[in-house]
């Protein structure tokens, strides 16, 4: 095939700088019409955020055109080439031959006038001149060129130039080596014009691309037909159907998840399910969107408008709040809300056997509606199961994890079906791709749904619960579920009643509390891991290689070290990311106690443009990938106990997707009522006028009011509560310049001087202790001899306010100071309530006290 270059403007596409001959030598870039062991450079304009797609589609193409092509040396193929890359290169330059010569825009009428005359003149000079003699060919020759060239350049008057989209780019590259594609990309382009597809119009496009196949047609092979020229040659990991190409995406008998024969039989309205979910799906309706230039930009705007609100679990403390339409008013109970049948009836039958109450009712059903909307979602008042809400836990769980297989087999199905259509019939293969979207059904790469989750134990009460909910169909075989009970534990106690983990609790005679139990005890506090999910009809593959996994269940230190991994050595990527249409991450607050810019970055790394192909059949990529448009798509799901300034962020800044947003506004009661003493609390306001002076402000207030007080003091065990790891070091460094009695029990502190640290505090050794809420939250120890409390940054976590106040049990005043602001206005509800909250931070005092 021959292929030209043509520069458009000052840049240029990465593969217009250099090429690869047919020997593998590297070449610079070739002007128009340079052709080196009969292939050049293909004609494009710069697609320089597609890379490596665009140097795919020759080896894809090569596999869809015929296999013979004739020999350079055979009669008839040069001029063959050459007149193809005449063809595109003048298409590619009709713009600028129309500039220099200065043509104008001609009106509609006088444009029909000059074709028809240009047409006339064509059957004159073809009567006129005969082949029957050399010279009758030469001036026959030089007559139809003359009148080619000069119906070329009225076409240019004409001619209005439009930048070509990136998936054009690929069809037109694609169309050059193969006349099926040619033949559509033509009809394609008049349909857009508005001119009728007839075969005088294609005649003159499709010369050059099916020239070729007709000397080979005529070289004495037979001419079979599109199936038996398909080639699977060089195919990995496919197979053939009736001589068509199954890509692994999709799958084959073992690999797809299918089933519309059983589904066809249950049918609304005179339809069968199967195809109405496929028509009117939320599923469809979602990714089958086209967004606009005005769509995104506003997207990118960030400005989000809450236009609708509604209760939240039928609790009249908490209430959802959303942009766009309300999911709950637009559903349709007899489309089982959106599931798939078979997940529906599987779903139904595993929550009769928990014994729920009404299910239509249920707060997993309620949330689920919610999911199936595909807006993001952000809910910051989830009970968390370790803190005594399995209940509500599980409800969420089994929601978002059925929203994700129930867009795992709608997208699963959508490729088979297409699949089954497409190897019916090849002829029309390219045709109906280049004409319509309805066979564009896939992404980059196959994992669709990512879940970050802090660690390893919540994995594996996640994974579990995600066997359980898959149909029985697509479980008969769970493999590799014995490596996976060895590396997450098999979480065997959890299933046993709380009377035996209560004796066992004795029997060990721990201090610590049931919850950190629950969180990091045993073998639960594994925070690097990754493990991929793959379903097939019969069964479901743990550990499967990530570029084959439906579902990627991974830490944020996991997924870190992989990024870092890639970045370091080229020969490793994570363009596994590249295709993630769902991404949830549970236990946003246990994330914030490891290190939330870790998630940060992961979300930064989701939706880009691949390093490489994956043997994915680029034909069938969406064209919003292809735009670069897919974190527009992706919907974010963000479950966490409380919110902070970090999750919100996050929420605001990182998620686009186009179907908006859905949070959750709650009035807290507050904690103070879990404190077992009588302790003074007082609360003392500090004003400060932006977020860039807090921690200023908040150092120079404890320097000049607080600690005074303590320095004047002889009285030993003061404890100073810090929530932030940077306000433990800048008032670490004070203290020092103070030449304060003090001593340290931060997060990183080491084992071997945790004892050391508690018993220098309670002998009165060291009169001040800096402890940090991280090393309450991993350590859990309970400190003893604390006589004052300063808490100097609320805790992000409530339930640990009312533990760090009881602490205070063997005090003589029982006194506990705390440092706020407004820009704590988050902590300080969770802990006072919001009602007390609104109060403190709007009140012209600055000092509350509650005992």
């Known amino acids: 095939m021959l292929r030209t270059h043509a520069r458009v403007g000052s840049r240029q596409s990465p593969l217009s700088r250099t090429s690869e001959n047919g020997n593998g030598s590297r070449r610079s870039g070739l002007r128009a019409g340079e052709v080196q062991n009969g292939s050049a450079l293909c004609a494009a304009a710069p697609l320089s955020s597609l890379g490596v797609w665009t140097a795919a589609i020759g080896t894809q193409a090569q596999q869809q055109a015929t296999p ?3 020999p350079a040396s055979q009669p008839g193929a040069s001029g063959s080439r050459q007149h193809s890359s005449l063809c595109v290169s003048f298409a590619m330059g009709k713009q600028r031959f129309a500039r220099k010569q200065g043509f104008k825009r001609l009106s509609k009428a006088e444009t029909l006038s000059k074709r028809e005359n240009v047409k006339r003149n064509r059957f004159a000079d073809e009567e006129k001149f005969t082949p029957s003699s050399s010279h009758s060919d030469e001036s026959g020759d030089l007559s139809e060129e003359h009148m080619d060239i ?38 394609r382009r008049i349909e857009e014009e508005g001119r009728s597809g007839t075969d005088e119009d294609l005649d003159g496009d499709i010369e050059s691309f099916s020239e070729s196949d007709e000397q080979h047609d005529g070289s004495g092979n037979d001419k079979k037909s599109p199936r038996s020229n398909t080639s ?13 190409e199954l890509s692994e995406d999709v799958g084959t008998d073992d690999d797809g998840l299918s089933d519309t024969d059983e589904e066809s039989d249950l049918r609304v309205n005179g339809q069968s399910i199967s195809e109405a979910s496929v028509i009117t799906s939320a599923f469809a309706n979602h990714l089958d969107y086209k967004l606009s230039k005005e769509e995104i930009d506003h997207l990118m705007g960030r400005k989000w408008s809450y236009s609708w609100k509604m209760p939240a679990f039928s609790t009249s403390k908490s209430y959802w709040r959303g942009t766009g339409v309300c999911p709950v008013e637009a559903l349709d109970v007899d489309s089982h809300y959106g599931l798939k049948p078979r997940l529906y009836k599987h779903w ?37 199961f370790y803190l005594k809400g399995h209940e509500e836990d599980s409800s969420i769980m089994d929601a978002y994890l059925m929203h994700s297989l129930n867009h795992l087999f709608n997208s699963k199905d959508l490729m088979t079906k297409n699949e ?190 691949p390093s490489k192909q994956h043997g994915t ?58 404190i077992l003493l009588q302790a003074r609390q007082i609360y003392e306001r500090i004003d400060t006028k932006s977020i860039m002076e807090a921690d200023d402000n908040r150092l120079e207030y404890f320097a000049k009011k607080v600690f005074p007080k303590i320095k004047d003091s002889v009285q030993p065990g003061v404890m100073i509560f810090i929530s932030s790891y940077f306000e433990f070091v800048r008032l670490r460094n004070f203290l020092k310049s103070q030449e304060a009695s003090f001593c340290l029990f931060g997060e990183y502190i080491k084992q071997r001087d945790i004892s050391r640290v508690r018993g220098q505090f309670f002998r009165g050794e060291k009169k001040i202790v800096l402890y940090t809420e991280r090393a309450h939250f991993y350590y859990r120890y309970k400190i ?68």
Request: overall charge positive.
């Open 68 to 70: 013979h092509q004739p």
């Open 348 to 384: 139904l039958e595993t929550y009769d056997t928990s014994k729920g109450s009404e299910f239509h009712k249920s707060k997993q059903r309620l949330f689920f509606s919610i999911c199936n909307s595909y807006h993001d979602i952000l809910h910051h008042n989830k009970k968390p």
């Open 420 to 609: 089954r259509k497409l190897a019916k019939t090849q002829e029309i293969l390219e045709d109906k791709i280049l004409k319509g979207n309805a066979y564009l059904d896939r992404g980059f790469t196959r994992p669709k749904v990512l879940i970050v989750l802090p660690l390893a134990g919540i994995a594996r009460r996640i994974i579990k619960r995600l066997i359980q909910l898959t149909p029985s169909k697509n479980k008969v075989n769970v493999e590799n579920i014995g490596r996976f009970n060895d590396e997450f534990g098999s979480g065997s106690t959890e299933d046993k009643d709380e009377e035996d983990d209560l004796e066992k609790s004795k029997s060990r005679k721990t201090t610590k509390p049931p919850d950190f139990q629950a969180l990091l005890g045993r073998d639960n506090n594994n925070d690097h891991f990754m493990i991929g999910i793959k379903f097939t009809k019969k069964s479901t593959r743990l550990y499967s290689d990530f570029y084959s996994s439906d579902i990627i269940v991974a830490s944020p230190l996991g997924l870190i070290t992989k990024i870092g991994e890639a970045e370091v050595e080229k020969e490793k990527d994570v363009d596994y990311l590249s295709s993630i249409e769902i991404l949830i991450i549970d236990h946003a607050d246990v994330t914030v106690m490891q290190n939330w810019s870790h998630v940060k970055t992961v979300v930064e790394h989701l939706n880009q443009i």
């Open 232 to 244: 699977a040659k060089g195919l990995k990991g496919s197979e053939l159907v009736d001589g068509r």
């Open 617 to 674: 059949d680029i034909m069938r990529i969406r064209p919003w990938y292809l735009d670069g448009q897919a974190r527009f798509y992706r919907q974010t799901i963000i479950l966490s106990s409380h919110v902070n300034p970090d999750i919100n962020t996050l929420f605001n800044q990182q998620c686009f997707n186009y179907q908006g947003k859905v949070k959750l506004e709650c009035n807290y009661k507050g904690v103070l009522p879990k």
């Open 150 to 187: 000069a119906s070329e350049e009225e076409e240019a008057e004409k001619f209005v130039y439009r930048e070509p989209s990136m998936y054009e780019n690929l069809l037109k590259t694609l169309g050059s080596r193969n006349e099926t594609v040619a033949n559509a990309l033509r009809r």
């Open 784 to 851: 003893r001899g604390v006589q004052n409390l300063i808490i100097y940054s609320l805790p992000e976590r409530k339930e640990f306010y009312p533990e760090i106040v009881n602490l205070l049990e063997d005090s003589d005043n029982m006194n506990c100071t705390v440092l706020f602001s407004r820009l704590d206005y988050f902590r300080l509800e969770r802990i006072v309530g919001s009602a007390a909250a609104k109060r403190m931070v709007n009140s012209e005092k600055s000092v509350f006290v509650f005992a």
